[in-house]
């Protein structure tokens, strides 16, 4: 928790008396304590002193204590207020809560009353801070990203400001070898740029290789290059991708595609920290951080695909996973967001406005194809459309299966009555040909009722 050394306690009450017994109540060293007799002279302290807490009488000279509240909100946001009043005053009190008060006790006062206000006031603040704190990490980090790489990394679920916390730490971890999981199109590459753009090995190169797409014959001469005649057709001297990416981040992706005999290879040449090229017996060390991913689990890769343990324990000593979309929706409209902007600036259009259905919708759909198949989405959307605003029906929901899921019956996933109206219409409209009339029989309702509904749905015929 952020510790407040010195809370400063302002109490502002035109009787002397009453302000002299508060100041004794709270006396203690971590308080220093301010007094003021009038609204102005309160003002003036709070002007020259980080106030904390302001304690305000109802019944003031000059303005009244609700008056002083509201200025305090307005001028001085981060003071947090406590109000004094008689017994007789509670609708006073309930206007000073609604108003932004945090706490108050009554007159004549217990010390255990205003104890404890101020220890629920004081409460409040640490959390406060430690908020603001998290907040400001949080947009130091990705500003950072988007100075290093470009682009940013979006997202404000408690998922991917822990995934954010993750990068910034282990990219300072210079040789760590990273092992990032998740489904295709979670943003494993993207991560992985991230750790290296942040980390110390940002000016060298950033080498992304698919491990399921390396025929096994090339194998070693990708990996370790091999020298000029090593075999036929090696017309040149070739570098390898290790050697490649020295002083860098070499990024193997579906690495739970690599053959098993490769698998031997591999872990050798990343023990050793040296390789050969293919026709040559010269060792070329090499400082290469390896950040691998895969969209298989971990179990899964060692039991089924019989991968290797010992390479895998060799790649994972920092493994980090990226939830699917599905699971971190509050990322959805920010991601939306962001998208449009960007395929605006790509495409020179200015869509400034996107439905409230599309959110709607989209936080519904269960993005098998996480980001990319958002940011694919979208892109179509904002070629399609030819106004400033994107509507659902710019959007085209690309999968079939998760579609017929939600157009046959609920799910759990998927109990919203309008969607699964919507898909049932569609359906029937398909089936009949757009014929109105058959639909609506189809649908078991009127004409006019389906026509209605095609209305409000904005279902596209
Ligand atoms: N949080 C994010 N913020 C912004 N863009 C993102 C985010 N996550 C993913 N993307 C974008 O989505 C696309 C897919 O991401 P990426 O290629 O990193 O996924 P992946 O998990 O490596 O996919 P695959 O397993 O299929 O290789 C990229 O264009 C990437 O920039």
Same mark, same amino acid.
């Given at each position: 928790m952020v510790s407040i050394s010195n809370l400063r306690i302002l109490i502002l009450d035109d009787e002397q008396l009453v302000r002299d017994e508060l100041s004794e109540f709270l006396i203690d060293p971590n308080f220093k304590i301010f007094k003021a007799g009038s609204p102005s002279e309160a003002f003036n302290i709070m002007e020259v002193n980080d #106030?904390?807490?302001? #304690?305000?009488?109802? %019944?003031?000279?000059?303005?009244?204590?609700?008056?002083v509240l509201e200025k305090i909100k307005e001028d001085f946001p981060e003071i947090e207020v406590i109000m004094i009043s008689g017994y007789s005053e509670m609708d006073s009190v309930i206007h000073a809560m609604r108003l932004g008060a945090l706490d108050f006790f009554t007159k004549p006062f217990r010390l255990s009353e205003v104890e404890s206000a101020i220890e629920r006031t004081k409460k409040f603040i640490h959390l406060n801070k430690s908020l603001i704190e998290i907040k400001r990490n949080y947009s130091i980090i990705t500003k950072e990203f988007y100075e290093a790489m470009g682009y940013e990394i979006i997202g404000d679920s408690p998922q991917m400001r822990n995934l954010i916390n993750l990068i910034s730490k282990v990219a300072k971890a210079d040789n760590t070898s990273v092992l990032i999981t998740g489904e295709s199109g979670t943003g494993k590459e993207l991560v992985a740029?991230?750790?290296?753009?942040?980390? %110390?090995?940002?000016? %060298?190169?950033? +080498?992304?290789?698919?491990? @399921?797409?390396?025929?096994e014959s090339l194998f070693e001469s990708e990996f370790f290059?091999? &020298?000029?005649?090593?075999? !036929?057709?090696? $017309?040149? &001297?070739? !570098?390898?991708?290790? =050697?490649?990416?020295?002083?860098? !981040?070499?990024?193997?992706? =579906?690495?739970?595609?690599?053959?098993?005999?490769?698998? &031997?290879?591999?872990?050798?040449?990343?023990?050793?920290?040296?390789?050969?090229?293919?026709?040559? %017996?010269? *060792?070329?060390?090499?400082? !290469?951080?390896?950040?691998?991913?895969?969209?298989?689990?971990i179990e899964g890769l060692h039991s089924e695909k019989g991968f290797r343990l010992d390479? +895998?324990?060799?790649? $994972?000593?920092?493994?980090?996973?990226?939830?699917?979309?599905?699971?971190?929706? *509050?990322?959805?409209?920010?991601?939306?967001? +962001?998208?449009?902007?960007?395929?605006?600036?790509?495409?020179?259009k200015n869509i400034n406005e996107i439905d409230g259905a599309v959110i709607k919708r989209l936080l519904a759909y269960q993005f098998p194809g996480n980001v990319r198949e958002l940011k694919n989405?979208? *892109?179509?959307?904002?070629?399609i459309c030819d106004t400033n605003r994107l509507s659902l029906s710019h959007f085209q929901l690309s999968h079939p299966k998760e579609e017929q899921k939600k157009i046959n019956f609920a799910t759990d996933d998927n109990l919203d009555l309008e969607l699964v109206e919507v898909d049932c219409i569609k359906k029937a409209l398909e089936r009949t040909n757009n014929n109105k009339s058959k639909a609506a029989d189809l649908l078991n309702i009127t004409w006019q @009722?389906?026509?209605?509904?095609?209305?409000? +749905?904005?279902? *596209?015929?």
């Open positions: #106030i904390h807490i302001a #304690i305000v009488d109802v %019944n003031l000279p000059e303005m009244s204590g609700l008056d740029r991230a750790i290296h753009y942040l980390s %110390n090995r940002k000016d %060298n190169c950033f +080498y992304a290789v698919n491990c @399921s797409a390396i025929p290059g091999h &020298t000029k005649g090593a075999f !036929t057709g090696a $017309s040149d &001297t070739k !570098t390898g991708w290790f =050697e490649a990416a020295n002083d860098g !981040t070499l990024f193997l992706d =579906e690495i739970g595609d690599m053959q098993l005999n490769l698998q &031997t290879k591999f872990l050798r040449v990343l023990e050793d920290r040296k390789i050969m090229k293919v026709g040559s %017996n010269v *060792e070329i060390p090499f400082d !290469t951080r390896i950040i691998a991913a895969t969209n298989q689990n390479l +895998y324990h060799r790649i $994972s000593s920092f493994v980090i996973h990226i939830d699917p979309l599905r699971e971190r929706k *509050e990322d959805i409209p920010l991601l939306l967001d +962001y998208f449009v902007k960007y395929f605006n600036r790509v495409m020179g989405m979208v *892109e179509r959307a904002v070629i @009722s389906l026509d209605r509904r095609i209305k409000k +749905y904005k279902i *596209e015929m």
